[in-house]
């Protein structure tokens, strides 16, 4: 089984670190292949309760190889605070690889971030104010600082030179902001850059030379399918160039669409979204309330509660087929316990037609109403289950009808945070 991809079905947040924390132990090598430290990866295992940003969530193996993918952006602040926090608590970092053609975040991509968020008003995004979007249109734009330019001092000096009167000009032209020092800049990130240099290698030729052993890969998404730049909910979306989607693997990592075998992505077993734009299913007030506290739904990232709603098969069959899945991960059932029934959204309407299609239109989507389909809820404990006849009929039946509108074998689901907190129905690896 050379190459698994494990990504998110809906708007992020799904659980993928969690999952890829438990699978992981069967794998050799565990990557990161796209988004930067917008993504949030909650684990919870023998280190205590962990937020990874950029670290693979394979990190807790000390056997396993990790890479972080030249399709990841990196802050390199962020990633070494991230480093230094897991290292204080014991884990090692000796298997950390970093590909020299991932992107950096530098200050002014923070700082246009926000101003741009500013500048769209009532239109801003949501984003996570990680300046991701600014760096990704660098990298299209081919302005872009990459960790080889970082950790090479004479490169660095060039690259900066090139890029900070350019940006400059652009923060004060176009948003009136202060112009940042090249000495300031320039001595901070090379500190920074000291310090990440033994880490970063040639990572494609690592897992090219890793997949001719037969070796394992899991690739580790961040964010969804529905924040994907071309297949989401666009403009409110994530810029991460390649795609975040099984496609983008490939591209993010260096390995060929024919080098993988199984992908699969994971989807909650209701439905949620942080920032703005569309969501059909999105429960208001009381409902929405009761919802996000009994899933403890708040930013990963950000801390901002999460918008939540009941599961929605349309954009879920939606992202099964443009992933060509192999299989789901369902999590977050145990949150769904005390509920007396249940609603899943099978088709919307859109202007009095009924659809099961989702639509390219955002405009489209922000009209269309969910149509529901009530099951009934088990109202049992599940997260003590660990195999899927431990769990309540009612319990089955909804995982059993979920496949059957997705159109998709559910592999794993999980009723618990901690590690050992699933039921695998069919071995991921
Ligand atoms: P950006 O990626 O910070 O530019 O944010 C763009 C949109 O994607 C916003 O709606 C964010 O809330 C959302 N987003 C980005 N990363 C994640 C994530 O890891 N989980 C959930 N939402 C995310």
């Excluded at 999952?19 to 990866?41: E, F, M, P, Q, T």
């Excluded at 989507?365 to 149509?371: C, D, F, H, N, W």
């Excluded at 431990?390 to 009808?401: F, T």
């Amino acid at each position: 089984m050379p190459v698994v991809i494990i990504i998110g079905g809906q708007w992020g947040d799904e659980g993928k670190g969690r999952v890829v924390d438990l699978v992981a132990r069967k794998a050799d090598i565990v990557a990161r292949y796209s988004g930067g430290n917008n993504a949030g990866h909650t684990v919870v295992n023998e280190f205590g309760e962990s937020r990874l940003h950029l670290v693979p969530a394979g990190i807790f193996y000390p056997d396993k190889v990790c890479v972080i993918g030249n399709g990841v952006i990196i802050d390199p602040k962020v990633l070494l605070e991230e480093i230094d926090d897991l290292q204080s608590r014991g884990v090692t970092f000796d298997n950390l690889r970093i590909s020299g053609r991932c992107q950096i975040i530098m200050p002014w991509h923070l700082m246009i971030d926000r101003l741009d968020e500013e500048l769209r008003g009532k239109g801003a995004i949501g984003t996570t104010a990680r300046g991701v979007g600014p760096c990704f249109s660098d990298k299209v734009a081919r302005a872009g600082i990459r960790m080889a330019d970082l950790i090479d001092p004479e490169g660095f000096r060039e690259r900066l030179s090139f890029a900070l009167p350019y940006k400059n000009a652009f923060l004060e032209k176009v948003y009136g902001a202060e112009p940042l020092s090249f000495d300031e800049v320039y001595s901070t990130y090379s500190e920074y850059a000291a310090r990440i240099a033994p880490f970063v290698t040639e990572t494609a030729e690592l897992v090219q030379d890793a997949l001719e052993r037969g070796e394992t890969i899991l690739m580790e998404g961040a964010q969804g399918t529905l924040l994907d730049l071309d297949a989401g909910t666009y403009e409110f979306v994530t810029s991460a160039t390649p795609s975040s989607m099984a496609a983008g693997a490939g591209v993010g990592l260096g390995i060929g669409p024919t080098q993988i075998s199984k992908v699969l992505a994971v989807y909650k077993a209701y439905q949620t979204r942080v920032g703005n734009g569309p969501m059909p299913t999105e429960l208001m007030g009381e409902e929405g309330d009761t919802l996000r506290e009994r899933g403890h739904e708040y930013g990963a990232t950000t801390g901002r509660p999460r918008r939540c709603g009941w599961f929605d098969a349309v954009a879920s069959r939606y992202t099964r087929r443009l992933n060509n899945l192999t299989g789901m991960v369902m999590t977050r059932l145990d949150v769904l316990d005390d509920y007396p029934t249940i609603k899943v959204c099978t088709a919307y309407r859109l202007d009095g037609k009924v659809t099961k299609i989702f639509p390219s239109s955002t405009r489209a989507l922000m009209r269309v109403e969910p149509i529901y389909e009530e099951l009934p809820g088990w109202q049992k404990d599940t997260k003590e289950c660990r195999a899927f006849k431990d769990l309540p009929p009612q319990a089955r039946s909804y995982i059993k009808r979920i496949e059957e509108l997705v159109g998709c074998p559910i592999d794993m689901v999980s009723v618990g945070p901690q590690r050992e907190q699933a039921v695998i129905i069919n071995p991921i690896i």
